[in-house]
């Protein structure tokens, strides 16, 4: 059955630091994957999916199929990225069907 | 516009009990899913609703239901509650079928006692 891992339940690190939020996904074929973000007192919303390869709020993603993994970056910290980071995969032949890891709480701290 | 909504936002109920919780999804979406937010299983799907079918079903049990109306609003049920049924129920909506955006409610706290 797919899974997705994230093993990180918290990462905390200073204001202006790197951020690498891991992600690894177990499927076989080609992996729709997410990354859903979570503030405080918020919903949950999306922050992007690999088919965009987009950079949001300066977090890039890069799927690597080779490692099976689709881990979350940011080159430098604000305290305003502090939340609750999911990864994700649509369940190939689930329709929109998500499955999620158990979540990353990032703390950035000043 | 307006984001999905989901009501109420709070529910207490006992054990044996069921419980109705209802979300409406953003104007012209037609896919509506339900989603369980534990502690401990975190996010798991529950059902998907796209045009008043569902289409896809999660490892729940038959206690939990649910169904979707011609404007798309859509409600889950769940019978006979149980301690472990307490949790944050979410759902989520999308325009169309597959490969839109999902939109997320701000849930339903449910409480079992």
């Known amino acids: 059955a797919q899974r997705v891992t994230q093993p990180e339940k918290l990462l905390s690190v200073f204001k202006g630091a790197p951020v690498e939020l891991k992600c690894n996904y177990s499927y076989s074929g080609s992996p729709e994957l997410f990354w859903y973000v979570q503030y405080s007192r918020q919903r949950l919303q999306l922050l992007l999916r690999?088919?965009s390869r987009e950079s949001i709020k300066g977090f890039t993603a890069d799927l690597n199929k080779g490692e099976t993994s689709f881990h979350l970056k940011k080159p430098f910290a604000q305290e305003e990225d502090s939340a609750m980071y999911y990864c994700a995969l649509r369940d190939p032949g689930g329709y929109n069907k998500l499955i999620f890891g158990a979540g990353t709480r990032l703390a950035v701290h000043p | 516009k307006a984001g999905v909504t989901q009501t109420p936002r709070y529910l207490i109920k006992t054990r044996g009990q069921q419980v109705t919780l209802s979300c409406s999804p953003i104007s012209g979406h037609r896919s509506v899913s339900w989603y369980q937010q534990t502690p401990g299983q975190g996010l798991q799907f529950l059902f998907e609703y796209f045009s008043e079918t569902q289409r896809n079903k999660g490892n729940f049990p038959g206690r939990f239901s649910g169904r979707q109306f011609s404007n798309s609003r859509s409600e889950m049920n769940v019978s006979t509650l149980e301690l472990g049924d307490s949790a944050l129920y979410l759902c989520?909506?999308?325009?169309?079928?597959?490969?839109?955006?999902?939109?997320f409610g701000p849930g339903t706290r449910l409480t079992v006692l």
């Open positions: 989520a909506s999308s325009l169309m079928g597959q490969g839109y955006e999902q939109f």
């Open positions: 690999h088919i």
